[in-house]
């Protein structure tokens, strides 16, 4: 693979994505030719004695059972989080019965393999506020060590330049959000993104909030509900 090319095919994706989700899909895109099949950035690791809000400001190109489980805080106490909330040194893993990450979790690294996601490279992100987060890239199979030194070369970049991509994009304000709807943020952002919850806690009908929820992706271009967290606790919408 030509080293130069990918890159600035990364780079014109990144240049041209306008929303979180359009970022990571460039991030999928340039780590694919690579062996990997999933990317993934989130905040709030597990520090020890710190104290979490409900859920996790996460971000993947492929919302599927995985991701999930970690908006809802799964997996937090995996071996992979906990390596990257007290080390910016990068970890990398084969997926295998073996490894050192599996040995660490087994069980829960069993039900994590048996979701598809085997081996895979983590790094640690430090956004110019000081936030701590993870960016990562898994893969479906178990992966060769040539696989995984070819991750350590270049995973570094896509991580670098989506990260930064991400940080440019949580500073940009599209549009005036009124105050209705900043409480309306801060409720779905305590349930997690449920819709049932939120109508519960705010006493709204389902309809005219599922009205004010699509109002809101839209000014905020979000395409989902996590995506809408993600993006308002950024823009700090949400006390």
């Not at 995985?66 to 909330?85: D, L, M, S």
Request: charged share 20%; hydrophobic share 35%.
């Amino acid at each position: 693979m030509n080293t130069n090319n990918w890159k600035i095919d990364l780079f014109t994706s990144l240049d041209s994505a306008h929303s979180f989700q359009s970022v990571m899909r460039a991030a999928l895109n340039a780590i694919r030719p690579f062996g990997f099949d999933y990317c993934g950035w989130r905040t709030d690791l597990p520090l020890e004695g710190k104290i979490k809000h409900s859920g996790i400001t996460a971000l993947n190109a492929v919302e599927d059972e995985v991701y999930c489980t970690v908006v809802r805080g799964g997996y937090e106490k995996g071996p992979i989080p906990r390596h990257c909330a007290y080390s910016t040194t990068p970890i990398s893993w084969q997926g295998t019965f073996e490894d050192d990450m599996f040995m660490q979790s087994p069980e829960l690294m069993e039900a994590y393999y048996g979701l598809g996601h085997r081996g895979g490279w983590a790094i640690t992100t430090i956004a110019p506020d000081g936030t701590r987060g993870m960016f990562y890239v898994e893969s479906q199979h178990t992966l060769s060590q040539s696989d995984l030194y070819h991750a350590e070369q270049h995973m570094p970049w896509v991580s670098a330049a989506a990260c930064m991509k991400i940080n440019e994009i949580k500073e940009e304000l599209p549009t005036t959000v009124t105050h209705k709807e900043k409480e309306l943020l801060r409720v779905l952002s305590e349930t997690n993104g449920s819709i049932k919850k939120t109508a519960e806690h705010t006493g709204w009908n389902i309809n005219p909030l599922i009205s004010n929820l699509k109002t809101i992706k839209k000014k905020l271009e979000c395409r989902d509900l996590h995506s809408v967290i993600t993006r308002a606790t950024f823009l700090g919408l949400i006390s």
